[in-house]
């Protein structure tokens, strides 16, 4: 069964302080990929980033870097030196290349708070 | 490039009435998938269209429906509304479908 786990319903931080948001998944596809997303409060799901199974190499953009770990079933994300524009609701989603390919599984999401 | 469009982002309709959702896919993008978000259940897959068909479908009653039309814009149809109807409803498109996946601004539904 497709699962999705972010087990962080809410982190507090202060700005400049680095935070991790964590995703454990769980899929018998081999090949699959991994999604997050960033939900501000308009709504909007804003794409971050994607990578697939095959593609464990971590991955760094600005202030933000996510670390794959197969081994762990782990897609963890992290935002280095926060600020108050990164407070959002954040998203890890999975999705599969079998026979629900184009369905995303979402897990609940995690709140972060960046206060200044 | 023009993002994903959803039309109307707000509505009110009352228990027993039908909608028609609309989403316009970014140019190029042949699936469109539905998502409905409310607190209590999250982000939910309705159902997912490539190329007119419909290829996936989530655990939703036969209330609710869709369609994909040959330039790739999708509607959904909510038929007999009710109270938990009410929800943020969420249009992803991509490519092919395992690609990125591109979400527009939604549309929030409340049924009185």
């Known amino acids: 069964a497709q699962k999705v786990t972010q087990a962080q319903t809410e982190i507090s931080v202060v700005e400049k302080e680095d935070v991790t948001l964590d995703c454990v998944y769980e899929?018998?596809?081999?090949?699959?990929?991994l999604f997050w997303y960033k939900q501000p409060p308009s709504g909007e799901l804003v794409f971050l980033i994607r990578?697939?199974?095959?593609?464990?190499q971590n991955e760094i953009s600005g202030r933000y870097s996510w670390n794959f770990q197969k081994s762990t079933s782990s897609f963890n994300f992290t935002i280095t030196a926060s600020q108050v524009v990164d407070s959002a609701v954040y998203f890890c989603?999975?999705?599969?290349?079998?026979?629900?390919?184009?369905?995303?599984?979402f897990g609940r999401g995690t709140q972060l708070t960046v206060w200044p | 490039k023009a993002g994903v469009t959803q039309t109307p982002r707000y509505l009110i309709k009352t228990r027993g009435q039908q909608v028609t959702l609309s989403c316009s896919p970014i140019?190029?993008?042949?699936?469109v998938s539905w998502y409905q978000q409310t607190p209590g259940q999250g982000l939910q897959f309705l159902f997912e269209?490539?190329?007119?068909?419909?290829?996936n479908k989530g655990n939703f009653p036969g209330r609710f429906s869709g369609r994909q039309f040959s330039n790739s814009r999708s509607e959904m149809n909510v038929s007999t509304l009710e109270l938990g109807d009410s929800a943020l409803y969420l249009c992803?498109?991509?490519?092919?479908?395992?690609?990125?996946?591109?979400f527009g601004p939604g549309t929030r539904l409340t049924v009185l």
């Open positions: 992803a498109s991509s490519f092919t479908g395992s690609g990125e996946q591109f």
């Open positions: 899929t018998r596809d081999t090949t699959y990929y």
């Open positions: 990578r697939n199974s095959f593609d464990e």
């Open positions: 989603a999975l999705s599969e290349a079998g026979s629900t390919l184009g369905r995303l599984y």
């Open positions: 140019s190029g993008h042949r699936s």
């Open positions: 269209y490539f190329s007119e068909t419909q290829r």
